[in-house]
Nanobody
Framework: QVQLVESGGGSVQAGGSLRLSCAAS????????MGWFRQAPGKEREFVAA????????YYADSVKGRFTISRDNAKNTVYLQMNSLNPEDTAVYYC?????????????????????WGQGTQVTVAS
């Protein structure tokens, strides 16, 4: 059974940092793209960042570019999201996800419906 478990969320002051982790189990995802999405109260789920299986391609939402960094450790079947310079608009539940179908050089998807496996989410709260 495939399982994605996020961790590292919490409460932080504006300007602070957090590092989210997403550990996958049940199968290896070393050849799949992985992504982070978030959903704030009353809003739709939105794309945050994605990384191709070999780490060679990354893609970020404009709202987090330059502040967030996605990385992965295939040996640990884990993807990370380093979040710096957090602001209250970053408050949301953060989800990791796996795209098991696409393997296109230079491309990762920002569309939630392209992702097949999802974690349960971890809450990030940024106080002003």
């Amino acid at each position: 059974q495939v399982q994605l478990v996020e961790s590292g969320g919490g409460s932080v002051q504006a300007g602070g940092s957090l590092r989210l982790s997403c550990a996958a189990s049940g199968r290896t995802f070393s050849t799949n793209s992985m992504g982070w999405f978030r959903q704030a109260p009353g809003k739709e789920r939105e794309f945050v960042a994605a990384i191709r299986w070999n780490g060679g391609t990354t893609y970020y939402a404009d709202s987090v570019k330059g502040r967030f960094t996605i990385s992965r450790d295939n040996a640990k079947n884990t993807v990370y999201l380093q979040m710096n310079s957090l602001n209250p608009e970053d408050t949301a539940v953060y989800y990791c996800a796996v795209d098991q179908d696409r393997n296109i050089v230079g491309y990762v998807s920002a569309r939630s419906y392209d992702y097949d496996y999802w974690g349960q989410g971890t809450q990030v709260t940024v106080a002003s």
